[in-house]
């Protein structure tokens, strides 16, 4: 059986998977910029928090996603088999790149701008809400980008603990041994990952000032 | 009758606050040392002590690194003073709330620090709106404004900062400054970074603009020719230190190493030299 076929006999299927692997990570996604660019707001003037804050993300970042997800089946109330698990995985995945932006893209600024903004009485919170946020939206948004991009790389896994996804045809094709499953989980994962990354590029392109 | 002659005192008082023109425009450094800590290595400024009379254009002249800006930073309390006192408006600049004082305070810096996210109108409203004013008498500021230092409000209100060359930047940054009306004027080598024509250029029309406003302006400089042009009095800063003060017809007369050195800086046999 080539791939080909594979794909129009499950095509109903693989479009459920792929949907739900998009809800998947726009859930996750959503986690994840709430929780990054507020944090990087506010670690802006706040030195340790930010030292912790950053490191911790880089940590999350360094355990491999199929240990991340194992980990957190065991800790009650987050964890367990299932949606849930993945999308706490996927979100502390998502948070560093979000994270870092914000914090480089609100420090970034050039600093006659921010001298200037200070000198003419602004406040702390006006700064960083009427020139460092408007001025740090590309490089926040490029994050963000890159964040969506991994997500759905890794969501894939997900499938390992229960939470569906397009994982679900590269594991059985790969305990099948058969590529045309695995291509099923595949193919789409890439397109979802190319399309994202298209579209996010080109909203980030229309933000920027010149 | 008492509390009504109370009350008077207090409109009065409100309005020295809220009336620019009416508040006092000094500015006094009070034996003021600036410094990473007080030991004589680290100190930026040592032993200021100076005046600035209402009306006054005082350039502060000196090299790279001489403590100009920092002086120019004490009056607006982006600096405090580590030893002495900056009084601003007749009140010690540590018991200003910085955000009061600065909003009182125009400032205009090298490449005029304009806010690339803004137009120029909103460059110009930055201090009205954060005062609160109504939008028609913002817009008609703003106008009036452009016109003053010549630009164009039909042309140029809508631009973005990059659609602009650098001699119109430094215009609106001017207007920026200028905005809500301050007593005090402070200027960081602000038409530093311009070619040689656009600066003479706006270097004429801006001092015209000082004698009309009667602004109390500081204005930071490395440019004698620059400093003798605007100057009712020329400060010299030596590392830290004030090595000459005079006016401007004083000035060269004044024997002193430094100033020799500036002076000659001004010969057409410098350039040649280097």
């Known amino acids: 059986m080539n791939a080909w076929t594979f794909f129009l006999e499950h095509r109903a299927e693989i479009l459920e998977a792929t949907a739900n692997h998009l809800t998947l990570v726009l859930i996750a996604m959503a986690f994840a910029i709430v929780i990054g660019v507020p944090l990087g707001m506010f670690i802006v003037h706040r030195a340790t928090l930010r030292n912790v804050a950053l490191g911790l993300a880089s940590v999350f970042q360094t355990i491999p996603s199929l240990a991340l997800f194992g980990f957190l089946i065991p800790i009650p109330f987050i964890g367990g088999i299932g949606r849930r698990t993945a999308i706490v995985a996927l979100v502390l995945y998502a948070l560093l790149p979000i994270l870092r932006n914000t914090y480089v893209g609100l420090t970034g600024i050039d600093p006659a701008v921010l001298e200037a903004a200070q000198a003419m009485g602004m406040t702390e919170s006006q700064i960083l809400w009427r020139v460092r946020l408007p001025l740090a939206r590309t490089v926040i948004l490029a994050g963000i980008r890159t964040a969506t991009i991994i997500t759905i790389g890794v969501a894939t896994i997900a499938a390992a603990i229960g939470a569906g996804g397009l994982g679900t045809f590269i594991f059985r094709g790969v305990a099948m041994v058969n590529d045309a499953v695995i291509l099923a989980g595949a193919i789409p994962a890439a397109l979802l990952a190319i399309a994202a990354d298209i579209l996010l590029g080109l909203l980030e392109r229309r933000l920027k000032i010149s | ?274």
């Open chain 2, 1 to 274: 009758m008492h509390v009504h002659s109370q009350m008077r005192r207090l409109s009065i008082e409100m309005n020295a606050k809220t009336d620019p023109q009416k508040a006092d425009p000094t500015i006094h450094f009070e034996n003021v040392t600036y410094g990473i800590n007080l030991s004589v290595h680290h100190r930026i400024v040592s032993d200021i002590r100076f005046s600035v009379a209402s009306g006054q254009t005082l350039v502060l002249l000196g090299r790279s690194g001489s403590g100009k800006t920092t002086l120019l930073k004490l009056i607006n309390r982006l600096l405090v003073p580590t030893k002495g006192q900056v009084i601003v408006r007749g009140r010690p600049t540590g018991e200003w709330d910085p955000i009061r004082l600065r909003r009182s305070i125009g400032y205009v810096i090298q490449e005029a620090g304009l806010f690339p996210h803004f137009t120029v109108t909103q460059n110009i409203a930055l201090v009205p709106n954060l005062e609160k004013w109504d939008a028609p008498r913002i817009s008609s500021r703003v106008s009036e404004l452009l016109t003053l230092v010549g630009l164009d409000p039909i042309e140029f209100a809508s631009r973005k900062p990059h659609e602009l060359s650098g001699g119109q930047r430094q215009r609106v940054g001017v207007a920026r400054a200028l905005a809500a009306d301050p007593p005090i004027l402070l200027m960081d080598e602000p038409f530093g970074a311009l070619d040689p024509v656009t600066r003479a250029e706006l270097q004429r029309e801006f001092s015209a603009l000082a004698r009309r406003l009667g602004k109390t302006i500081v204005f930071v400089t490395h440019d004698l020719r620059e400093a003798l042009l605007l100057a009712s009095r020329i400060i010299l800063l030596e590392s830290g230190r004030i090595v000459a003060d005079a006016t401007p017809q004083e000035f060269s007369r004044i024997d002193h190493p430094e100033v020799r050195a500036f002076t000659a800086s001004l010969s057409p046999l410098a350039g040649a030299h280097a």
